[in-house]
């Protein structure tokens, strides 16, 4: 009977048992400690604590799937990059390719700038333009009548859109012999005369021989030997390409 109390104790021992723990927090602590195994099983047993367990671990499946599925777009955005710059390489080579090809095809080619078009809209033909080009290259350019008869002008024609009180270019091809005759004779344009001639290149290498010309001056200013051929500058025979080379023409 007395084991049964202690078991089993009555509403009046639990209510003054409950008492005597609200006064004593030490006693507390022991009950909680003595049956904490219980506690925590009753605790990981609930609903609420099962369902913190499943989301987490169902959260940590997707963290980890994630980490994964980014390592390979990593890997794919990679090798996607190492494409596009062997593309990007072999389109720069391509359009290198290009332009030297048409810089070669315009080799032989002059372009008269600044000269007055005839009062036919636009209508001048292939021969009156070659007897006035003929014409500029006696008068102002001063070659010589046994010259002349060595400059072939294979093709001549105005470029660009008509336009009132503006001259279009005018585009000649010689050969190469006749190119020659002609630009050996640019420096007898008198001086301030407003006509020039020059050789026809694409925009881009005209772009990169403007990053030149500087150089190109203060080496012909230096004393040295210096030319522009195309896209390179030629100082002293050594040559100077804009694309691969740090420009630095030293003054001595």
């Given at each position: 009977?007395?084991?049964?109390?202690?078991?089993?104790?009555?509403?009046?021992?639990?209510?003054?048992?409950?008492?005597?723990?609200?006064?004593?927090?030490?006693?507390?602590?022991?009950?909680?400690?003595?049956?904490?195994?219980?506690?925590?099983?009753?605790?990981?047993?609930?609903?609420?604590?099962?369902?913190?367990?499943?989301?987490?671990?169902?959260?940590?499946?997707?963290?980890?799937?994630?980490?994964?599925?980014?390592?390979?777009?990593?890997?794919?955005?990679?090798?996607?990059?190492?494409?596009?710059?062997?593309l990007e390489r072999r389109i720069g080579e391509a359009d290198e390719k290009i332009l030297d090809?048409?810089?070669?095809?315009?080799?032989?080619?002059?372009?008269?700038?600044?000269?007055?078009?005839?009062?036919?809209?636009?209508?001048?033909?292939?021969?009156?333009?070659?007897?006035?080009?003929?014409?500029?290259?006696?008068?102002?350019?001063?070659?010589?009548?046994?010259?002349?008869?060595?400059?072939?002008?294979?093709?001549?024609?105005?470029?660009?859109?008509?336009?009132?009180?503006?001259?279009?270019?005018?585009?000649?091809?010689?050969?190469?012999?006749?190119?020659?005759?002609?630009?050996?004779?640019?420096?007898?344009?008198?001086?301030?005369?407003?006509?020039?001639?020059?050789?026809?290149?694409?925009?881009?290498?005209?772009?990169?021989?403007?990053?030149?010309?500087?150089?190109?001056?203060?080496?012909?200013?230096?004393?040295?030997?210096?030319?522009?051929?195309?896209?390179?500058?030629?100082?002293?025979?050594?040559?100077?390409?804009?694309?691969?080379?740090?420009?630095?023409?030293?003054?001595?």
């Amino acid at each position: 009977e007395d084991r049964q109390d202690v078991d089993n104790p009555s509403q009046e021992a639990s209510q003054d048992r409950i008492s005597a723990l609200e006064l004593d927090p030490l006693a507390v602590m022991k009950v909680i400690e003595k049956n904490w195994d219980i506690i925590l099983q009753k605790f990981q047993l609930s609903r609420p604590f099962t369902d913190l367990e499943e989301a987490l671990n169902y959260s940590n499946r997707e963290i980890q799937e994630l980490r994964e599925t980014n390592m390979q777009l990593e890997s794919r955005l990679k090798l996607a990059e190492g494409r596009i710059t062997r593309l990007e390489r072999r389109i720069g080579e391509a359009d290198e390719k290009i332009l030297d090809l048409t810089t070669r095809s315009m080799r032989d080619n002059l372009v008269m700038k600044n000269v007055p078009e005839s009062n036919h809209e636009g209508r001048e033909t292939e021969d009156m333009l070659r007897d006035k080009v003929k014409k500029i290259f006696r008068d102002k350019m001063k070659i010589s009548e046994e010259d002349l008869a060595d400059v072939s002008i294979e093709r001549v024609h105005r470029v660009g859109h008509i336009k009132q009180n503006q001259a279009r270019n005018i585009v000649m091809k010689l050969d190469s012999r006749g190119k020659s005759k002609v630009t050996s004779h640019i420096k007898n344009i008198p001086r301030g005369d407003p006509m020039k001639v020059v050789d026809q290149l694409p925009p881009e290498i005209h772009a990169r021989r403007s990053k030149l010309w500087s150089q190109f001056i203060q080496a012909k200013e230096s004393g040295k030997q210096a030319k522009l051929n195309a896209d390179k500058l030629i100082v002293d025979n050594k040559v100077y390409n804009p694309l691969n080379d740090k420009i630095n023409i030293n003054v001595d």
